[in-house]
């Protein structure tokens, strides 16, 4: 049972354009929503985060929108750059004692085209 | 600072091969895990470790084992290599303090068992 369903698996915007991948998840134990970005050959690294207290958050072009009641997030890049070319994934973990691995969407190969 | 270190970064073993993947974490992380990531598949969760003296399993536990050496280290054995576990592992750390908080990558271990 995928817990994470992340949409689309591969992705291509036009320079200047806004990058969209969109999330659901199943577990309602679930309430910390972070999204990873990996570059080729390198390990994931965090992009930004969530918790579910708050519908927005913006960092620089990166904006998280949650969605308590659909158990929907998505990430929204504007003013897409070549340099965002990379594989997103949406994770998500419950927050309770902290240790719980986080369980991540298969992923969203993104190109960016100059 | 050299955040989370993993050993070897590409290895290729033969079926029935043993071999064990290091990691070792100098941010003094409570939280260890490990990882495999396989295309169209995302990260899934090997086994972690919550603290010094414990380790659980994950989604994927099945061929592998874990030993939790110190604060520091966190090992991944495979005792019988089989080419279903060709795969590439992350390493990954956090410190653990009520939840919310970065789990950090290493750069990853390409296994090849052939």
């Known amino acids: 049972q995928q817990q994470v369903k992340q949409s689309p698996q591969s992705l291509i915007v036009q320079k200047g354009g806004i990058s969209i991948i969109n999330c659901a998840y199943e577990n309602t134990a679930f309430d910390y929503f972070p999204w990873y970005q990996q570059f080729p050959g390198k390990g994931p690294a965090l992009l930004i985060a969530?918790?579910?207290?708050?519908s927005e958050k913006k960092e620089g072009r990166f904006t998280i929108s949650f969605n308590k009641s659909a158990k929907q997030f998505s990430l929204h890049i504007m003013d897409s750059q070549p340099g965002d070319s990379a594989t997103y994934f949406c994770a998500a973990s419950p927050s309770r004692g902290g240790a719980d691995g986080l369980t991540f969407g298969k992923g969203t190969h993104l190109i960016i085209q100059p | 600072n050299a955040g989370v270190t993993q050993t070897p970064k590409f290895q290729v073993l033969k079926t029935g091969q043993s071999m064990t993947l290091q990691c070792a974490q100098d941010m003094n992380h409570n939280s260890m895990y490990w990882y495999r990531q396989d295309p169209g598949m995302g990260l899934r969760l090997i086994y972690y470790s919550a603290s010094e003296g414990t380790t659980d399993k994950g989604e994927v536990p099945n061929g592998y084992n874990v030993s939790r050496l110190n604060k520091r280290e966190f090992s991944l054995r495979l005792e019988s290599a089989a080419p279903s576990q060709t795969s590439v592992y992350f390493c990954?750390?956090?410190?653990?303090?009520?939840?919310?908080?970065?789990?950090?990558f290493g750069q990853g271990t390409r296994l090849t068992v052939v």
């Open positions: 990954a750390s956090k410190l653990n303090r009520g939840g919310y908080t970065e789990a950090f």
């Open positions: 969530i918790r579910p207290d708050v």
